[in-house]
Nanobody, 119 residues
């Protein structure tokens, strides 16, 4: 019922900035969490940042102080603003949304976008 489309990935130098976008369409009511995950080769998928419907945010220790997760409710879009990027941030980044409807949680994923940080 929810379709997530990601954009904004690319190649940047260490210390640079990048902003990822995650646009939601379809039946978007009832979304309780919007999150960004990332996965590097040989590593598991890890949670990077989350924002709740009420605006509460959480960040992984590895990105705290460098990344933020702003959103535009009118556009049904969440962003991942990445500053002071490090080579260790290189990964495929995935947008995630959790929707609570009909006494059940539904989970949706974006297609993933590659972020590469050169040293």
């Amino acid at each position: 019922q929810v379709h997530l489309v990601e954009s904004g990935g690319g190649l940047v130098q260490a210390g640079g900035s990048l902003r990822l976008s995650c646009a939601a369409s379809g039946s978007t009511s009832g979304i309780t969490y919007s999150s960004w995950y990332r996965q590097a080769p040989g590593r598991g998928r890890e949670l990077v940042a989350t924002i709740t419907a009420s605006g509460h945010t959480n960040y992984a220790d590895s990105v705290k102080g460098r990344f933020t997760i702003p959103r535009d409710n009118a556009k049904h879009t969440a962003y991942l603003q990445m500053n002071s990027l490090k080579p260790q941030d290189t990964a495929v980044y995935y947008c995630n949304a959790v929707q609570f409807v009909k006494l059940a949680e539904r989970e949706y994923w974006g297609q993933g976008t590659q972020v590469t940080v050169s040293s």
